[in-house]
């Protein structure tokens, strides 16, 4: 079967999509799994063995994007998240069996319709796109390898803070507060500690640069890939971040996490947990309330200080 998957928004969200790419393709070896991605996912979604081809977006007009789908010849596609523009092309360009969730005014463009009131986060975001997949076939097991994407690199005694924010992030520490975990850390003296930034985030690498001035800390800037950047995050021992798209870069590969989430559902960790083995994630929850949020950074300090 030629199966098409749509998840054509930001890192962290395709990723929540490739276990539902994975149990797809393992269902039935035979079936052909493309995926409509953003620029930026290019390279992963090139990496994954259990895709067999890549269509980018790169913004084209509804009926460019019809023409362009229609070539392929897709048997059906799954939509994880869906706007107008791509619900009418694939609509436009005769996709037999068009699955996604009953949600917005999109979905009318598709015929099954799957009613999942993500809104109620009765579960993670990745988990409801592999719901999607039984629409498409009832019996398919949704269990997928963790780590999904492992890269077979030595581990080296490095702990990783990303104190960049973005994506659906809606809480994070400050820089401030970084320095203060990252001090904790240093006094160990067993780790190497590494600081990364994505390839727009400069500026911030040098406001924390001068904040660490004279500690034996190392910076990074993301500048050659994520690819590159994954099998970095494979070798180290925790990363440390908001819940953004590396933070899920680093489930995917396998590596431990704590990350910070607001203290809201929508944000929270219960919708935006990673695919990665839940023994080896901690979320904390960032409360608005100065004296809580005091109080769990101090609960993180000292989960970072027993390492």
Not at 170 to 196: C, H, P, W
Request: glycine fraction near 6%; include cysteine; charged fraction near 30%.
């Amino acid at each position: 079967m030629n199966i098409l998957i749509v998840r054509n928004d930001k890192l962290g969200d395709f990723i929540t999509a490739l276990p539902t790419c994975k149990v797809l393709k393992e269902y039935d070896p035979s079936n052909k799994i493309t995926v409509f991605v953003a620029p930026l996912n290019e390279e992963l979604a090139k990496s994954c063995d259990f895709i067999d081809e890549v269509i980018v977006d790169r913004g084209e007009s509804v009926g460019e994007l019809a023409r362009k789908l229609k070539s392929y010849g897709f048997d059906v596609s799954v939509t994880l998240f869906s706007n107008t523009r791509v619900a009418l092309a694939q609509f436009m360009a005769g996709i037999p069996k068009r699955i996604a969730p009953a949600t917005k005014i999109a979905q009318i463009f598709y015929n099954r319709r799957v009613k999942q009131r993500r809104s109620q986060v009765k579960m993670a975001e990745f988990e409801y796109n592999l719901q999607l997949a039984k629409a498409l076939f009832e019996d398919i097991s949704l269990k997928y390898p963790k780590p999904l994407c492992p890269f077979n690199v030595p581990k080296e005694d490095i702990i990783v803070f990303h104190p960049g924010f973005g994506g659906s992030s809606d809480a994070n520490f400050s820089l401030d507060e970084y320095v203060e975990m990252i001090d904790v850390v240093l006094q160990k003296g067993k780790y190497r500690v590494v600081l990364t930034f994505g390839p727009d985030e400069e500026e911030l690498c040098r406001r924390m640069q001068e904040k660490l001035a004279g500690r034996d800390v190392e910076f990074k800037v993301s500048k050659d890939g994520l690819i590159a950047f994954a099998k970095f995050l494979a070798g180290v021992r925790l990363f440390v971040s908001t819940s953004t798209g590396t933070y899920h870069l680093a489930s995917l590969v396998g590596t431990p996490t704590l990350t910070f989430f607001a203290d809201t559902l929508f944000a929270s960790s219960k919708r935006w947990k990673s695919i990665g083995d839940e023994k080896i994630q901690k979320h904390y929850m960032l409360p608005e309330d100065e004296s809580k949020r005091k109080a769990i950074l101090e609960e993180v300090k000292r989960t970072l200080s027993a390492l």
